[in-house]
Nanobody, 128 residues
Framework: VQLQASGGGLVQAGDSLRLSCVAS????????MGWFRQPPGKEREFVAA????????YVADSVKGRFTISRDKGKNAMFLQMNSLKLEDTAVYYC??????????????????????WGQGTLVTVSS
């Protein structure tokens, strides 16, 4: 599975941005999908995950209430709607897929090691 993340850019604090992740090669319809981010000079961290059906989501406390994860299985795509962006949201955002537990009801996968396919990342820069 090849994942392509897009939608990053330079925005001001308080703005919104929508990231997209599209899969090619084969369907990831049965996989848990997730977003991670890596701020400058810091470790990669979990942002959000969604299960195969799109019904169950799991969002990090740091973005809860501001970020929403969703997926469109028909388009083989996943999205991250980011509202009320803060300076500390500046990071390279990566999408990932966990294919080894197909049709999992849970989205509670927050460790990078739990995902086996990764996109190339898209940079989000939030300025004051």
């Amino acid at each position: 599975v090849q994942l392509q993340a897009s939608g990053g850019g330079l925005v001001q604090a308080g703005d919104s941005l929508r990231l997209s992740c599209v899969a090619s090669g084969r369907s990831f319809g049965s996989a848990v999908m997730g977003w991670f981010r890596q701020p400058p000079g810091k470790e990669r961290e979990f942002v959000a995950a969604v299960n195969w059906s799109g019904i169950t989501t799991y969002v990090a406390d740091s973005v809860k209430g501001r970020f929403t994860i969703s997926r469109d299985k028909g388009k083989n795509a996943m999205f991250l709607q980011m509202n009320s962006l803060k300076l500390e949201d500046t990071a390279v955002y990566y999408c990932a897929a966990r294919t080894q537990s197909p049709y999992s009801a849970s989205a509670f996968y927050r460790r990078a090691a739990e995902y086996d396919s990764w996109g190339q990342g898209t940079l989000v820069t939030v300025s004051s």
